[in-house]
């Protein structure tokens, strides 16, 4: 794992994942990011795999999500949810179909929602 500021360009996260060159990663994986910090940060992950994944590579979200503008999981989401807001207007549990529009910006689609993942009962998120 690697420590990076995914609000900026991919050419400038750390040398230990740019080195290996745009293009050359099978997998970017990102987990219980996207609902704690504003919305620039998964448009650069989205931007940032996009540039850093192989042909065929996919980028996975875990965290908890909303599906269709409710919250799905193990019932304290929307409390949750507000109490984020409150902190931070930027952040809060992202709609699956926000994820979606941003990753096709990206040249990234939603390939495959796997939910109820453990016992919270997030989603897992992939796009290739």
């Known amino acids: ?6 609000s900026t360009p991919f050419d400038s996260w750390p040398a230990a994942v740019t080195e290996s060159g745009a293009g050359s990663y099978a997998l970017v994986f990102a ?3 996207v609902h704690i910090a504003p919305w620039s940060v998964a448009e650069g992950i989205f931007a940032g795999a996009a540039a850093a994944l192989r042909p065929g590579g ?14 799905a999981g193990v019932g304290h989401e929307e409390l ?3 109490q984020m807001r409150s902190c931070d207007k930027g952040w809060g549990i992202r709609d699956v179909s926000e994820m979606v ?13 796997e939910h109820p ?12």
């Open 31 to 33: 987990s219980n990011i």
């Open 58 to 71: 996919s980028l996975f979200f875990h965290g908890p999500f909303q599906l269709d503008g409710k919250f």
């Open 117 to 128: 993942v453990g016992p919270a009962k997030n989603f897992l998120l992939q796009f290739v």
């Open 1 to 6: 794992a690697v420590e990076i500021d995914a």
């Open 101 to 113: 529009a941003e990753g096709s910006q990206h040249g990234l689609r939603l390939a495959a929602t």
């Open 80 to 82: 949750w949810d507000t």
